[in-house]
Nanobody, 125 residues
């Protein structure tokens, strides 16, 4: 049974930082691309970042480039999202997802097969 468990969310002031983690089990983690998605209250789930299973290349949404960094540790079956210079619009639920999308299809949530339950991030003063 595949399981993804996110952690690291919380309340942070604008300009602050958080590091999210997602631990996977029940599959061969290194064989999958991993992505983070963000769902703001009342909005659709949106792509944030992904790290490929081949070569480890990373891709980001324009809204987080230069502020967020995605990384993975295949020995620990874990993906991280280092979030910096946080803004109120970063508030919401963050989900990790695993899949093997082709490069031209990394942004839709439908491209990923396995999902975690999410971790809450609130950016507020």
């Amino acid at each position: 049974q595949v399981q993804l468990v996110e952690s690291g969310g919380g309340l942070v002031q604008p300009g602050g930082s958080l590091r999210l983690s997602c631990v996977a089990s029940g599959l061969t983690f290194r064989d999958y691309s991993v992505a983070w998605f963000h769902q703001a209250p009342g909005k659709e789930r949106e792509f944030v970042a992904t790290i490929r299973w081949t070569g480890g290349r990373t891709y980001y949404a324009d809204s987080v480039k230069g502020r967020f960094t995605i990384s993975r540790d295949n020995n620990k079956n874990t993906v991280y999202l280092q979030m910096g210079n946080l803004r109120p619009e970063d508030t919401g639920t963050y989900y990790c997802a695993l899949g093997r999308p082709i490069l031209s299809n990394i942004r839709p949530s439908s491209a990923y097969n396995y999902w975690g339950q999410g971790t809450q991030v609130a950016v507020s003063s």
